[in-house]
């Protein structure tokens, strides 16, 4: 399973644990370490200390409260959360689970995964003894960060001369899509502070996806909780649904048995339904898109950004009809 490694750094960091390690090898951007509590992986922190504190307090609260499925943090000889090499870097070492991610394909298992994730949220209401946490950004302000982004790219498109085949075309649709993200943002605020209500609030895991969930026997197992943050199980409750929509070009038997597996383990509040709405309905794919081209290198455009905006465009239609139907399911009235 992996070949032996020998890296002084990565030996002399593990030698601050109360572990015996039998042996390393590299994983996907880790260590994993064979020892005597069981396979365990060594990560670079990329986050602030307090995070981490929160994170841990975090994990420990859920499994308090009998949610087991879940990763655990190895404090160090000094009772530490994280150790540092001798550059200052930070690494954290945590449980591992040696099994497969979640299959996407596998409606079975995503199911699984939504009951899994219902199941996570009654275990997460915030606790009073919870560490202090920068507060995320609501829902309302994420709209307006992106649609200002929205604003530069635009600009920086008009006042390009030469174009490549992808800005064009980003060209040809971001009327549509920027005026769409407009409207959602716009209609969301005439909700209120409603649907942005502390109440019923949780501690969600902040990066609910494929990659974080791992499949043993029956169970699913969550990791990766580095963006944990309190905010409405939507928050969560969207990441998942959104991905796997995109993937079955928003089908709407897929996207109503995601929310009914939830909905069988954890009751939902009305404000959850209009919140996860406006989520859905904001033209998120094509912010990320967009974003993406602006901020990174422009001499060369992947080819693989133009394929995904054409499939964003080309699934509007499907999207459009599944939001009507979620409207009618759930009686959301739009502007």
């Given at each position: 399973?992996?070949?032996?490694?020998?890296?002084?750094?990565?030996?002399?960091?593990?030698?601050?644990?109360?572990?015996?390690?039998?042996?390393?090898?590299?994983?996907?951007?880790?260590?994993?370490?064979?020892?005597?509590?069981?396979?365990?992986?060594?990560?670079?922190?990329m986050g602030h200390k307090d995070k981490c504190?929160?994170?841990?307090?975090?994990?420990?609260?859920?499994?308090?409260?009998?949610?087991?499925?879940?990763?655990?943090?190895?404090?160090?000889?000094?009772?530490?959360?994280?150790?540092?090499?001798?550059?200052?870097?930070?690494?954290?070492?945590?449980?591992y689970f040696e099994d497969r991610e979640c299959n996407?394909?596998?409606?079975?298992?995503?199911?699984?995964?939504?009951?899994?994730?219902?199941?996570?949220?009654?275990?997460?209401?915030?606790?009073?003894?919870?560490?202090?946490?920068?507060?995320?950004?609501?829902?309302?302000?994420?709209?307006?960060?992106?649609?200002?982004?929205?604003?530069?790219?635009?600009?920086?498109?008009?006042?390009?001369?030469?174009?490549?085949?992808?800005?064009?075309?980003?060209?040809?649709c971001y009327d549509y899509f920027f005026q769409l993200a407009l409207k959602t943002a716009e209609e969301f605020k005439g909700y209120g502070s409603n649907p942005e209500s502390g109440r019923g609030a949780v501690i969600c895991h902040g990066d609910y996806q494929h990659h974080n969930l791992i499949f043993t026997g029956n169970v699913m197992n969550i990791i990766n909780f580095e963006k944990c943050t309190e905010d409405r199980p939507v928050r969560d409750i969207y990441l998942f649904m959104r991905k796997l929509l995109e993937k079955s070009d928003w089908s709407s038997p897929v996207g109503l048995e995601l929310l009914n597996a939830y909905e069988r383990e954890n009751e939902l509040e009305k404000e959850d339904y209009i919140q996860l709405y406006y989520r859905l309905a904001y033209p998120e794919k094509f912010w990320k898109i967009a974003n993406f081209y602006y901020n990174s290198g422009k001499a060369w455009i992947p080819g693989k950004n133009l394929e995904k905006l054409v499939k964003v465009h080309?699934?509007?239609?499907?999207?459009?009809?599944?939001?009507?139907?979620?409207r009618e399911k759930y009686g959301i009235l739009t502007g």
């Amino acid at each position: 399973m992996g070949v032996m490694i020998v890296n002084d750094r990565y030996v002399s960091l593990l030698e601050n644990y109360e572990i015996e390690v039998l042996r390393t090898w590299k994983g996907r951007g880790a260590v994993l370490c064979e020892t005597n509590q069981g396979t365990l992986i060594l990560k670079e922190y990329m986050g602030h200390k307090d995070k981490c504190v929160f994170q841990d307090a975090v994990l420990h609260m859920i499994q308090e409260k009998g949610f087991f499925h879940i990763e655990t943090i190895i404090r160090n000889k000094e009772g530490e959360l994280l150790t540092s090499d001798a550059d200052g870097t930070c690494y954290v070492l945590k449980t591992y689970f040696e099994d497969r991610e979640c299959n996407v394909k596998d409606k079975g298992e995503c199911a699984l995964a939504m009951e899994t994730l219902a199941k996570l949220h009654k275990a997460a209401v915030i606790d009073d003894h919870l560490p202090p946490l920068g507060k995320s950004y609501t829902v309302e302000e994420e709209f307006d960060k992106h649609n200002r982004e929205l604003r530069r790219v635009r600009k920086f498109l008009k006042e390009k001369s030469q174009k490549t085949d992808f800005e064009l075309y980003l060209m040809q649709c971001y009327d549509y899509f920027f005026q769409l993200a407009l409207k959602t943002a716009e209609e969301f605020k005439g909700y209120g502070s409603n649907p942005e209500s502390g109440r019923g609030a949780v501690i969600c895991h902040g990066d609910y996806q494929h990659h974080n969930l791992i499949f043993t026997g029956n169970v699913m197992n969550i990791i990766n909780f580095e963006k944990c943050t309190e905010d409405r199980p939507v928050r969560d409750i969207y990441l998942f649904m959104r991905k796997l929509l995109e993937k079955s070009d928003w089908s709407s038997p897929v996207g109503l048995e995601l929310l009914n597996a939830y909905e069988r383990e954890n009751e939902l509040e009305k404000e959850d339904y209009i919140q996860l709405y406006y989520r859905l309905a904001y033209p998120e794919k094509f912010w990320k898109i967009a974003n993406f081209y602006y901020n990174s290198g422009k001499a060369w455009i992947p080819g693989k950004n133009l394929e995904k905006l054409v499939k964003v465009h080309r699934q509007e239609q499907e999207k459009n009809e599944f939001l009507r139907i979620f409207r009618e399911k759930y009686g959301i009235l739009t502007g």
